[in-house]
């Protein structure tokens, strides 16, 4: 089973500043099978990214998704309120999905 | 637009079968295009890939559950449902019904998800 670690575990900033959010492989991961989820509390996840890199219907383009192997970044260019909430990364692997433990962006 | 909703009872005692149905509107659960999963979150973890099936019949589960949970389709009731036996109260969890888009390879319909604990 493919391990997907994300870090920072939670990521204080503030309005109008950088998200940079990571996720690690435990081996490397085809791009067109990488995807990111946004989630706010009480709610089920919403896709952000999928194939590393492609933004969902309706994302705004403030939200980037890079990255290639085992190490993927999910970049959010300017925080605005809404964009507070918990990321989690996704990847399919030979046999079954497996989620990332999460980043939670918080206010600073 | 398609939505779906998740049904099943919010406690089932340990040892005993978790069974949830999830109810596809505003399409048809035979749409091309998808397969249709269980998903599950324990409170404050990430969440994790249950199974899918698609609308013949087809199902892929999770290795580490695979021993116990079996899902099913109803395409005349446009439903799927999930079954998992042997419940512990590591069970317990926001369970998630939600349409695996092949396209994208990820999951872009979602269920709001619904609440089973289990305990006696």
């Known amino acids: 089973e493919v391990v997907l670690t994300q870090s920072p575990g939670t990521l204080s900033l503030s309005p109008g500043e950088r998200a940079t959010l990571s996720c690690r492989a435990s081996q490397s991961v085809s791009n067109s099978n990488l995807v990111w989820y946004q989630q706010k509390p009480g709610q089920a996840p919403r896709l952000l990214i999928y194939?590393?890199?492609n933004r969902a219907t309706g994302i705004p383009d403030r939200f980037t998704g890079s990255g290639s192997g085992t190490d993927f970044t999910l970049t959010i260019s300017r925080l605005e309120s809404e964009d507070f909430a918990v990321y989690y990364c996704?990847?399919?692997?030979?046999?079954?999905?497996?989620f990332g433990q999460g980043t939670k962006v918080e206010f600073k | 637009q398609v939505q779906l909703q998740e049904s099943g009872p919010g406690l089932v005692k340990p040892s005993q079968t978790l069974s949830l149905t999830c109810t596809v509107s505003?399409?048809?659960?035979?749409?091309?295009?998808?397969?249709w999963s269980w998903i599950r979150q324990p409170a404050g973890k990430g969440p994790e890939w249950i199974g899918r099936i698609y609308n013949s019949g087809s199902a892929n589960y999770n290795p580490s559950l695979k021993s116990r949970v079996t899902i099913s389709v109803d395409t005349s009731r446009n439903q799927f449902s999930l079954r998992l036996t042997s419940v512990t109260a590591a069970d317990t969890a926001v369970y998630f019904c939600a349409g695996d888009n092949w396209v994208k390879a990820a999951f872009d319909i979602w269920g709001r998800g619904t609440m089973v604990t289990v305990a006696s």
């Open positions: 996704q990847q399919y692997g030979i046999s079954a999905w497996t």
């Open positions: 505003g399409g048809s659960i035979s749409s091309a295009g998808y397969y």
């Open positions: 194939g590393a890199s």
